[in-house]
Structure formats: structure tokens, C-alpha cells
């Protein structure tokens, strides 16, 4: 199961179930586009609104909807839909992509409305407990006029990581929007005997205000330090110690396609053992303020 990034469309492309494609309308800024879903040989099949590919280990899911004036309410029946097929099941990541993310002002701002909606979602689901339940995730733009969601699942109980310098992102006060964005800073997963952590779409945010101005460096500088600090939750006491047989990748969102080359100079001083795996797409980020937010999976030995 791939992902391929930079396509002119939103498309299934798939010639077998083992060679699946999911072509994804992001530019892409570097050499590298296409992603690989963690899953063995796999199943499809169709579930309501979701395409499912499942292994016995994991499961991943896709969907897309227009996106229409009442966004939250289009996030809240995506999310109760994805409730109802992951039941029984942990989530462990989640991928959100949203056309016109920052249009709108105030509370009527398109994320917020999407994040509005995914919200009451998880209320409605699963009650006060619905904090334990929010997976890494990450939201940004996508060009076109559909919503997309994409997540992964399995049966393995997972851990979820916080970052001790920012706020969670669930407890975000009220100026960020009616309601907080749902996802972990990081989820942690034991399976097949491996340590899989997936981080979540990190920027330059401290406490839960937004860092640096209009300086990348900056930004990418803040943004890499909490990669690194929640990496570091996710490891469960195993200290710093570094597997040799560990894989990472990560893809690094810009919301300015002139700032890739400053990125990528950064990055590959930064994180040189994942330089080679790092796919750039040009996108627009959660904060009209912010440059740049990248994520990270890990699949340790």
C-alpha cells in the first residue's frame, strides 16, 4: 500500500490489492513522493463512506467528502463514520487534509470549524474519556474541494505521548477556536516485535502560542526541538539509546514552496540519519503564522 504525493487528482489506483495506490493532490518540493503504508500484504474492502485495506495487524483507511458551507458538520459525520469502523480497535494515526484551511475569520475559520466538528465527534463517542482515545494526528491543506481522512488502526493497545513544553493540543484555550484540536502529540504501538511511534504534525508552538514571526530558521529550529523531546516520550524508558535497526521517515509541510531549499538545508544537518526519507509538500499549516510543520514515524527493531 503506497501514497503518492503531487498528483493532479484524488485517486484509487490499484492493479492488485498488494500494489494499491493512494495518489494524493499535494505539490511536492523535493525528489521524494511516494509513502509507504505499514502494512503487509493486505485486504480491501469498502465500509460506508471508507476504503479499508487490512493486514490482521493493522488496518488503514481512507475517505473523502465535499467540502460544504457546514464543514463541522462534515467532520463530525466523517469521524462518527470512522468511530463505527475502527470499533473494537485502537486509533493510532490519523491524516487530515482540508482545502481552504485558514479561509474564513474567527471561529468561522475553516480548521476551526473541521477541528469543531472532530470534536464533537469524539464526545459524542466516547463521553469524558475522550481524550485517551485521540491518536497522533495531523490536519493541513490540500488543493481542490474535497476533505480528506485517512487513519490507521489495530488491536494492539497503544500508548499516547504529550510534549511537557506545549499545552496539549486538546487543552488549547478558547482564542484558538470553539472547540480544541483532537489528537496526541505521539502514539506508540508495539507490533510484530517492533516499537512503532508515530509523531504527530509538529510546528513552532511553545506553551500554545505560535514561535519565531516570519523567521524559518527559527521556526524550524523550535519545531525540531519538540520533534526531538516528544521522540523521546515515545521510547517508554528506554532511554536515548539508538537501534541501529530502526527505520524513520517523515514529511515536512511549507506553506511557502520558496522556502524548501532553507528546509531542506536544515533538516539534513538536523535528522541526517532520515534525510533520505523525507518527503517536502507545499501546504498550508494549522496557524496563518506558522511556515512549517513536519512529522515523524519510527519503526524500531
Known amino acids: 500500500m503506497f501514497i503518492r504525493y503531487g498528483c493532479r487528482h484524488i485517486q484509487i489506483q490499484s492493479e492488485s490489492e498488494q500494489s494499491t495506490e493512494l495518489n494524493l493532490p499535494l505539490p511536492v518540493l523535493g525528489k521524494q513522493h511516494v509513502e509507504k503504508v505499514p502494512l503487509q500484504s493486505s485486504r480491501y474492502r469498502k465500509e460506508g463512506p471508507f476504503h479499508l485495506w487490512e493486514d490482521g ?7 473523502r467528502a465535499q467540502l460544504t458551507t457546514t464543514d463541522s458538520k462534515v467532520s463530525q459525520e466523517l469521524y462518527q463514520e470512522l468511530f463505527k469502523i475502527t470499533k473494537g480497535t ?13 479561509s474564513g475569520e474567527g471561529d468561522s475559520e475553516c480548521y476551526k470549524q473541521f477541528c469543531e466538528g ?5 464526545h459524542k463517542v466516547f463521553g469524558e474519556n475522550e481524550f485517551t482515545y485521540m491518536p ?10 474535497e ?7 489495530g488491536s494492539q493497545s497503544p500508548d499516547h505521548h504529550e510534549n511537557p513544553n506545549q499545552v496539549p493540543a486538546y487543552r488549547y484555550p478558547r482564542q484558538y477556536g470553539p472547540k480544541s484540536p483532537s489528537f496526541a502529540r505521539a502514539t506508540s504501538v508495539h507490533l510484530n516485535n517492533r516499537h512503532c511511534r508515530f509523531i504527530s504534525g509538529t510546528a513552532a508552538v511553545l506553551g500554545h502560542e ?8 527559527r521556526q524550524l529550529e523550535i519545531t ?10 515515545t521510547l517508554n524508558g528506554q532511554g536515548e539509546r539508538k537501534d541501529t535497526g530502526s527505520k524513520g521517515n517523515g514529511k515536512v509541510y511549507l506553506r511557502r514552496s520558496t522556502d524548501f531549499e532553507e528546509a531542506r538545508s536544515y533538516l539534513e544537518k538536523r535528522f541526517p540519519e532520515i ?7 507545499r501546504s498550508d499549516i494549522c496557524r496563518k503564522e506558522l511556515l512549517v510543520e513536519i512529522e515523524l514515524s519510527f519503526i524500531d527493531s
Open 224 to 233: 525540531c526541538d519538540n520533534l526531538e523531546l516528544v521522540a523521546k516520550q
Open 147 to 153: 476533505v480528506v481522512v485517512c487513519f490507521l488502526a
Open 90 to 102: 485502537f486509533l493510532y494515526r490519523a491524516w487530515n487534509y482540508l482545502p481552504q484551511l485558514n
Open 210 to 217: 505560535s514561535q519565531g514571526g516570519s523567521d524559518l530558521q
Open 136 to 145: 497522533a494526528g495531523t490536519c493541513v491543506g490540500i488543493g481542490g474541494n
Open 118 to 122: 472532530r470534536s464533537s465527534a469524539f
Open 275 to 281: 534525510a533520505d526519507s523525507i518527503i517536502y509538500l
Open 57 to 63: 495487524n493493522l488496518l488503514f483507511g481512507f475517505t
